[in-house]
């Protein structure tokens, strides 16, 4: 996908997910099988998976971050994100990058881990 979202303000331009690919919701219930290890919510319900682009080729780019840049498996958790995604029947490759721009805040959580973690 070539088009781009409208930035918030202050924040760089970040390229949609391809969520109409076939593959799509697979890869999101893969990510969803990953969790912080300090927080009892998946990464994805977090927001801490900003895009999901996938091409023609059924190569898989995520951009993702963490809830702080001292989490203690930052060099880890993309790891863990790509070899959720990889066993996917389809995926050609898959490459995870991780980014501090925009940065998370909690407001990125989903409504089920906000009450999961008791902010509702």
Not at 9 to 16: C, Q, V
Not at 94 to 120: H, I
Request: with cysteine; net charge negative; aromatic share 8%.
């Amino acid at each position: 996908m070539n088009n781009v979202t409208e930035p918030l303000e202050g924040a760089p331009l970040i390229a949609p997910s391809t969520t109409d690919h076939p593959l799509y919701e697979q890869i999101v219930e893969a990510c969803r099988s990953v969790y912080d290890p300090e927080i009892p919510v998946n990464i994805y319900e977090l927001g801490l998976i900003y895009t999901i682009d996938i091409n023609e080729q059924s190569e898989v780019f995520i951009k993702m971050s963490l809830t702080a840049p001292g989490c203690p498996v930052a060099g880890e958790m993309p790891g863990w994100v790509a070899d959720a995604v990889e066993p996917i029947a389809g995926v050609k490759h898959v490459n995870v990058e991780l980014v501090w721009e925009p940065p998370w805040g909690m407001d990125m959580m989903s409504d089920e881990a906000r009450l999961e973690l008791g902010f509702m």
